[in-house]
Nanobody
């Protein structure tokens, strides 16, 4: 079992920065590949960023490349999402998720993940 708790969201002006944290519990956390997703009002949940259990090979959706950085500290059971140069279109609830240990799909598909946090709100004002 993996439990995930996000924090670090808030209200920020366009061009500002936020760092989201996802604290995981459970002895298998450090073996899990992790993703960040977001859901804006009236829209479907979408992939944002992905990191393997070792911290290598991050992937990003095109709209955040060069602005967002995903990282993790397995000693602290925490995954981070550093968000810089924020835009109003980044406004959403952000979720972290743990990818299934046995997966056959691709890292950006929601069905690849079996544990989700409760989400943290990010609001970017113009």
């Amino acid at each position: 079992q993996v439990q995930l708790v996000e924090s670090g969201g808030g209200l920020v002006q366009a061009g500002g920065s936020l760092r989201l944290s996802c604290a995981g519990s459970g002895r298998t956390f450090s073996n899990r590949n992790m993703g960040w997703f977001r859901q804006a009002p009236g829209k479907e949940r979408e992939f944002v960023a992905y990191i393997t259990w070792s911290g290598s090979t991050p992937y990003y959706t095109d709209s955040v490349k060069g602005r967002f950085t995903i990282s993790r500290d397995n000693a602290k059971n925490t995954v981070y999402l550093q968000m810089n140069s924020l835009k109003p279109e980044d406004t959403a609830v952000y979720y972290c998720a743990a990818r299934r240990r046995s997966s056959s799909g691709t890292y950006y598909e929601l069905t690849e993940y079996d544990y989700w946090g409760q989400g943290t709100q990010v609001t970017v004002s113009s």
